[in-house]
């Protein structure tokens, strides 16, 4: 069975001191939940310190962005290998770097690639725009960014890969998808994974939902059989927020 897995996004929030004292908070609310996992995602500048804080069997790191080149002449990049020993996860492709940051399908794709190779988890993150959307090209967009961002992973490795789907326009705009939207687009997800790699490899594969979530919908969301977990972006910024949607993915 998979297990339940919810991701706070700080985004460019919290500096070292913010960063400490949210976590102290935090640690201090979770027991350790055994069938959910807890990963927080703060700024680079933070990752560091927070590892040495953090009770991994409480909650994890993730970074929010990375290079796929393990060394070189890249100016202001962190290279993927850095994190080894201090994140577990990388979040690849949101769509913050995608539309802001004009990251390219090639980039993403290196990027999932060099986490596997350094044993860092991707989370990739694919959604459609709004007027994707309105065109009715979500499954399309769906699976071409999968089929692209996932060239270059093995059968084998799949196990390692979250996706996140995270439709742009609910990103930060308090319009979160229905549960009922969440729920075909998982299905979606999953049936193009398994027709690229077959059923028993796509799964192994986590899909999280993201986008504009709070304490009120996150059940609505954690109780889609298909869906393995959340990828929380303002909400995860308030610890007791937070550690309520966190309750909603425990059972029992
Ligand atoms: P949001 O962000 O929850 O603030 O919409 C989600 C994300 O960007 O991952």
Redesign the pocket.
Known sequence: MRKKLI?G?W?MNFNMHEASLYLHKLMNMLPSHRDVEVVLAPTILTLQSLSLQINRRIAKLAAQNCYWRDSGAYTGETPVAHLRGIADYV?IG???RRYIFIESEKDIRLKVQAAIRNRIRPVL?IGETIQERTLGETKDVLADQLTSGLANVTAEELGEVVV?Y?PVW?????D?AKAIDVKKATQMIRRHISHLYGKKAAESVRILY????TPASAADYLAIDELDGL??????LDAYQFKEIISKAHKG
């Open positions: 991701i996004n985004k979040l949101h769509s913050e993150c996140a995270e609910a990103i930060g705009t308090g979160n993201g986008g504009s979530i990828l929380v972006g303002a909400a995860s």
